[in-house]
């Protein structure tokens, strides 16, 4: 394991590809290599990127990949896209859009897909950034489609997270609102070649300003930007944003790098124990089938859930209600 | 631990012929047989592919061509991965290649050519025959 971790932090890109594979199968071995890997994490810059399909988040990735090559700095990608919930196979397609960097030794690409696993997705994703931030890449490009809670999860563990949208998506503007609208730092209105672009920037606007009072006292605003992510245009712009709020980031949190700060580290640390518990009770009792029992239980009648939920409990806790 | 290893596979398109069609079907038959395919999109040189494949930890690399691209350019993301010490990866191909070239192709180290002949169901079954996730 040792070799492993010192393997990663030297930067060889077979075992890091190995481990977030076996980070993604869920390989008990996994945690003593993380473990190890810890000391060395914490340097890596994380950006989310998130939006629906096809509002192209990929090839705005794949330029902020060549914009910070261009300023020297390293970069990891992990792009996610959905496991089909009927073979639990994926097809895993962001690359498509970054194969101009596979053979660039600064830039890292891997795709996973969300799995279903009771980990999740965020658990895995989070190792997989860890993994490559002690690899000693400086920025981490984390890609998912923000439909699910899983994923507006993966980009809160970001330090600055984009979120796309294009002209004319009124009703996905509402869906925005609901769901995931909080955890962006900056808004992008990709496809600004197209018409609407400017209507769509005002709907955004009054978004986020009828949350007015959240960003008293020289609190961050999200600002909303527009890129023509195919032609390279507003992109340079974005990431001077990016830097803006890195900045901001740093001097708000007294320069403490994100591991340090107790509210991260207090709801990582309560995710980790839970992700942990459901995949050690859950895990055990679904693999023996005992799990699939009771729900049929529960199914026709015999049982009602909040006994079934003691009896699987209690015997974990050692302890009665 | 309630997770087993998925089989992990990529489905490249080397060469210069601008049709993905086939290549686009094959991935999908492979997402519904519940693999994880990572697509690479056209146009892919054998390095870019092997340096994909590494990064991505495929068990797996697809080869599809259309335009006798195979000839030189299967053998050579063989002869890569040799040199980057990842021949664990294991090869296969497809598309428009000549049955006389086909044991040329199997001698320099791909492990199946599958020609337009050959059904989806086939091509799955021959994967998960003889294809492990490592
Ligand atoms: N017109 C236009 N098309 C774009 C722009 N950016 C991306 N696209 C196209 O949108 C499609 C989806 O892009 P992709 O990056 O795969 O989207 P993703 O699903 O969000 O990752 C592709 O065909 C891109 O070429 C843009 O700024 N303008
Ligand atoms: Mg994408």
Redesign the interface.
């Known amino acids: 394991m040792k070799e492993i971790a010192e393997k990663v932090v030297a930067g060889d890109?077979?075992t890091v590809?190995?481990l977030?594979?076996d980070i993604?199968?869920?390989?008990?071995h996994v945690r003593d290599a993380l473990k190890r890997l810890f000391p060395h994490t914490g340097r890596a810059y994380v950006i989310g990127i998130t939006g629906a399909p096809g509002v192209g988040k990929s090839t705005l990735v794949d330029q902020m990949i060549s914009h910070l090559r261009k300023n020297g700095k390293t970069v990891g990608v992990l792009a996610v896209d959905p496991?089909?919930p009927?073979?639990?196979?994926?097809?895993?397609?962001d690359?498509?859009?970054m194969?101009r960097h596979?053979?660039d030794e600064g830039v890292?690409?891997?795709?996973l897909?969300t799995?279903g696993?009771?980990?999740g997705l965020t658990q895995s994703t989070r190792s997989a950034i860890d993994v490559l931030d002690a690899m000693g890449k400086d920025y981490i490009l984390v890609e998912t489609v923000g439909v699910g809670q899983d994923e507006v999860d993966v980009v809160r563990s970001a330090h600055t997270t984009l979120i796309i949208v294009i002209p004319g998506m009124g009703d996905d503007i509402q869906a925005i609102k609901a769901g995931i609208l909080e955890v962006g730092d900056i808004f992008v209105i990709n496809k600004a070649d197209r018409d609407g672009t400017d209507k769509t920037m005002s709907d955004l606007r009054l978004m986020i300003d009828m949350d007015q009072k959240k960003y008293k006292d020289g609190k961050w605003k999200p600002p909303i930007l527009k890129t023509q992510a195919v032609f390279d245009q507003g992109v340079k712009e974005l990431m001077d944003t990016i830097e803006e709020h890195r900045l901001y980031n740093f001097k708000t949190h007294g320069d403490l790098p994100f591991r340090k700060r107790k509210d991260r580290v207090g709801q990582e640390l309560a995710e980790m124990v839970k992700a942990r518990l459901i995949?050690e009770v859950?895990?055990g009792l679904?693999?023996s089938g005992a799990f699939d029992m009771v729900v049929e239980e529960i199914v026709s009648g015999k049982l009602d859930p909040y006994t079934a939920c003691e009896r699987i409990v209690i015997p974990v806790l050692g302890k009665r209600p | 631990?309630?997770?087993?290893?998925?089989l992990?596979v990529m489905v490249a398109k080397p060469g210069l012929d601008g049709h993905d069609r086939g290549a686009r079907i094959i991935?999908?038959a492979?997402?519904?047989?519940?693999?994880?395919?990572?697509?690479?999109?056209l146009h892919?040189t054998p390095?870019?592919i092997v340096?994909?494949a590494?990064?991505?930890?495929v068990d797996l690399i697809g080869l599809s061509s259309l335009a006798g691209a195979h000839r030189y350019l299967f053998p050579r993301v063989v002869e890569i991965l040799r040199e980057r010490?990842?021949e664990d990866i294991m090869v296969c191909g497809g598309g428009i290649v000549p049955e006389a070239d086909i044991p040329v192709m199997k001698k320099a180290g791909l492990k199946e050519i599958f020609t337009p002949g050959t059904t989806l169901d086939s091509i799955v079954a021959w994967v998960n025959a003889n294809v492990k996730p490592r």
């Open positions: 890109v077979r590809a190995r977030i594979r993604d199968d869920g390989m008990p496991t089909s009927f073979s639990g196979g994926a097809i895993l397609g690359r498509v859009r194969q596979s053979m890292f690409i891997r795709s897909a799995r696993h009771f980990g995949e859950i895990g679904v693999e | 631990m309630v997770q087993k290893r998925r992990r991935a999908r492979f997402r519904d047989a519940g693999f994880e395919v990572v697509y690479t999109g892919q390095e870019q340096d994909a590494i990064q991505e930890d010490k990842a």
